[in-house]
């Protein structure tokens, strides 16, 4: 078995429940909480669970405008995030925690996300991510999350008796070369790295 065949099995056993979720590996059953779980992913135990009560604070359209400028959030596009770090954050939050085929589109819940981290809110995001794999699991194409969902398994110390082969196809990095192609980063003419966005004027030099 490899590690596509191991979140194969695990997403097509997975189970939201009023406390928490459950799912299969190698057929054997397993209940958690949303705690434990939100635990197991690696998010600190002082995290909140409850997202929504958390940011009862939180207005969609009024922070989209705080951090883009625009009065709409009709499809908020993570290129019109005027700042550098939120932008990045966005890109890392909807590849590593939310992949799908066109991660550019801020969903409402990574919004959310990025007003915590302007808040400075601790949150697990264990709910949203459930949420999601739920809704885009397929068994067709790319697999995503196989990373995730063997960290899950070793620390179930289910994979202590199992051969498993992983994935060995490279790894998507963000890198320099990742962020130019974005449209986020571009050189100037002595070779220094500026930060910019497309359709406005300001300019901003990164030290190397």
Known sequence: MDSRDLTIQFFCTLMEEANGVSFQFFGD???MSWK???TLLGFHHRCAIDVEYVTCGFQRESFWQSIMGAPTCAQPCCNDIQHPTLRLNHKWVAITCFP????RIVRVDELRILYVMVNKIKISLVKAMIRQWLENFQMVGPIEC???VTQIAIGL???SWAKISYIAAPRLKIDEAY???GNMLKHAPDGSVIFFFP???NEIPLLN
């Open 100 to 103: 799908r085929e066109d991660v």
């Open 36 to 38: 434990d779980f939100s």
């Open 179 to 181: 962020l130019v192609y």
């Open 146 to 148: 196989t990373s995730l």
């Open 29 to 31: 059953e397993y209940s």
């Open 199 to 201: 359709d406005y004027v």
């Open 157 to 159: 110390n289910v994979l």
